[in-house]
């Protein structure tokens, strides 16, 4: 752990504040805070930040609804059930950069199936360059995301699903509640901790995820499909490490900062409840 996690972490931190870059090793001085200057100054940054809320914001409404849905149905007994649970979990054992790439091919201007179906079903006579428009890129990784991630909510789901007893549902059906009833008064209350922190790792997950962009579009077109954890990527690719590591650092800020408030809100409700 000290050899592989711990000491690449203390090194890559303190490389955040040396003028430490590729082109020229002999100069690695202490800078302070001039890396961290050079990214909060840059317009480009505050693209991305834009883009990455989008993508945490819009990949995990829709992954958590459809998975909670999908782990609802898959709770239930019927013919073949392990089948479709081996075919939902299918996507988390594929890797995010082959996803992308499969993605890209489907979303392809030219030949790909995405096009064909629309002008199929006449939603569209004419090509849609999905990829190489920012707005309509943007919306091709995130449908890419939320493919891929619904199973995670599925599988996290289903599991504290399965712990519920089943005499609160027998008592449930016996005083008259109805399917929609003891879904928020019985289902969701007692797996609500496991809820919540699937949706805590999630976006820490996501936040940190870019193995998807980086296989559909590379952060373009014009960095407006770039998050922060894909241009942190392309600044170490350009041999800058001292301003890579500097957004390294801001990343686990953000997500800290999130997560105790996150943490602190729901504590707060459970008081409330209480």
Known sequence: MIIFVYYPMIAG??????????SNLTDTSWVGFKNF???LTDPVF????????????????????????????????????GLYQALIFFPWAISGFLIGIL???????????INDLLSKVGLTDQAIPWLADPTTAMVAIIIANVWYG?????????AALQSVPEELFEAAALDGAGKTRTLFQITIPYIRTTLALTVLLRVIWIF?????????????PANQTH???TWMI??????????????????????????????????????VIT
């Open 13 to 22: 931190s303190q490389m955040a504040f040396r003028n430490w870059n590729l």
């Open 234 to 271: 392309a600044t170490t690719q350009r041999g800058d490490y001292g301003q890579a590591s500097a957004l390294g650092l801001i990343v686990v800020g953000i997500l800290l900062i999130f997560s105790i408030f996150y943490l602190l809100a729901i504590r707060e409700k459970k008081a």
């Open 227 to 229: 998050i922060i954890t």
């Open 37 to 39: 200057a050079a990214i």
């Open 103 to 113: 993605f890209r091919w489907m979303f392809n201007s030219e030949f790909g199936v």
């Open 150 to 158: 619904v199973t995670f909510f599925t599988i996290m789901i289903l």
């Open 46 to 81: 505050y693209t991305v930040l834009r883009n990455t809320v989008v993508w945490v914001v819009a990949s995990l409404v829709p992954q958590f609804v459809i998975g909670f849905a999908l782990a609802l149905w898959l709770r239930r007994k019927f013919a073949f059930r």
């Open 208 to 220: 940190n995820f870019p193995d998807i962009i980086f296989g559909m579009t590379g952060g373009g």
